[in-house]
């Protein structure tokens, strides 16, 4: 395989944290955390939990779950409702052996921007629950955190698709609506 993007390796170096501080700051701002007593009303029909893993790190909350890839995995993903694309790590694409498309797009941070490939994923999984097919950017996320634990970021494109999510913050839970 060839490279993965078209910026140098300093200018790459100036989004992946750019790209980090923006999950941080809008990452899981969306998610409401009901902490007034009331149980939320459970959506009409069947619903399946996804455990859900989240860390305080300052002021800041991050949920994290777990997706496999193409039977890979599985992989720690930190749930980002502002993402509007979902992002997977290189070594992570590579690991589970994601076919890029050739296509490339703009992304953006803080700190910079550039043009990153794309690849298919055609088996995927939150929890055990499936995923449809679908398409992910590739992005060096390992320095993007000290202890390399974000492999990707689960982006409003594949949330949206399951109409209504909710996010339990106390019970460690993420709700998706069956199908």
Request: include cysteine.
């Amino acid at each position: 395989m060839g490279p993965r993007d078209d910026t140098t390796p300093a200018a790459r170096h100036r989004l992946v944290p750019g790209l980090l501080a923006a999950l941080l700051l809008t990452g899981c701002a969306a998610f409401e955390d009901r902490d007034d007593g009331e149980e939320t009303p459970a959506p009409t029909g069947s619903v399946r939990e996804v455990p859900l893993r989240v860390e305080e790190q300052g002021a800041q909350t991050l949920a994290f779950v777990q997706v496999r890839l193409q039977g890979a995995g599985p992989f720690e993903f930190a749930l980002d409702t502002g993402a509007s694309t979902s992002v997977v790590d290189d070594d992570v694409a590579d690991r589970a052996g994601l076919e890029l498309t050739g296509e490339r797009r703009p992304v953006s941070g803080i700190l910079g921007s550039g043009r990153v490939p794309v690849a298919r994923v055609t088996d995927w999984e939150i929890g055990d629950v499936p995923v449809e097919p679908g398409e992910v950017t590739v992005v060096d996320l390992d320095s993007s955190r000290d202890d390399g634990e974000i492999q990707g970021l689960l982006g409003s494109d594949v949330l949206s698709d399951y109409g209504s999510v909710t996010v339990d913050y106390d019970d460690g839970v993420l709700r998706l609506p069956a199908p």
